[in-house]
């Protein structure tokens, strides 16, 4: 079975262009997660869905950060203007319903900001 | 508020070595899960092992095991005779009754040949 899939593995941009990551979660889950790692913060949760549905965005930094799920098997996480300091490893994770269930992660997105 | 704490940030071994990694937590919820998660070189956030409140047993995967200790909220995990394949980083991770994943800063285990 093919795992969390995410795309680009890497992306370098300039300052103030608009970054789009991509996720296509395992088929069946229909609980998927966007985290982001720093050295400064480790890994932290931005927003997460349920059925489609954001359900806590709380973790979102800005107004520059958005994620959309228009269908179960596709996710976008946008960052526009991007900045230096999103230089960061961008994971999405996916999982069957919620409470228990494991969150397995894609291999990750290494976003570089100049 | 809910927390997990891996107080050793980085630990070097010589291979076939035992080691554990300690991982400490807090939750005021009775019912929650414990995971831990490996993260290699490669940089992929790799699933090892759930643990849900109410299941204190031990469990042996290979050279691999884990201490579930409610009473002193801990959930060790022990690598018998390492090998160098298993450096990387470890992360301890929290989930309460959400679907929230609160994860420590990890241990950064080092094997040398």
């Known amino acids: 079975d093919a795992g969390v899939i995410q795309s680009p593995r890497h992306e370098v941009t300039e300052m103030g262009q608009e970054v789009t990551l991509r996720c296509k979660p395992i088929?069946?889950?229909?609980?998927l997660f966007w985290y982001r790692q720093t050295m400064m913060r480790g890994l932290e949760l931005l927003i997460y869905?349920?059925?489609?549905?954001?359900?806590?965005d709380s973790g979102m930094p800005e107004d520059r950060f958005s994620a959309k799920m228009p269908n179960a098997s596709f996710s976008t996480l946008k960052i526009q203007p991007s900045e230096p300091r999103d230089s960061a490893v961008y994971f999405c994770?996916?999982?069957?319903?919620?409470?228990?269930?494991?969150?397995?992660f894609g291999p990750g997105t290494r976003l570089t900001v100049l | 508020a809910q927390k997990v704490t891996q107080a050793q940030t980085e630990i070097s071994v010589v291979e076939k070595e035992d080691v554990t990694l300690d991982c400490v937590y807090e939750?005021?919820?009775?019912?929650?899960?414990l995971f831990w998660y490996k993260q290699p070189p490669s940089g992929e956030l790799v699933f090892l092992i759930r643990?849900?409140?109410?299941?204190?047993q031990n469990e042996i995967s290979g050279r691999y095991s884990w201490n579930f200790q409610k009473s002193t909220s801990s959930f060790n995990f022990t690598i018998t005779a390492s090998q160098v394949v298993d450096s990387a980083v470890y992360f301890c991770?929290?989930?309460?009754?959400?679907?929230?994943?609160?994860f420590g800063t990890g241990t950064r285990l080092q094997v040398f040949p």
């Open positions: 088929s069946g889950h229909n609980s």
């Open positions: 869905f349920n059925n489609n549905v954001p359900i806590d």
């Open positions: 994770a996916s999982s069957l319903a919620t409470g228990r269930n494991t969150q397995y």
């Open positions: 991770a929290l989930k309460e009754n959400t679907d929230k994943l609160i």
């Open positions: 643990r849900n409140s109410f299941d204190e």
């Open positions: 939750t005021r919820d009775t019912t929650y899960y």
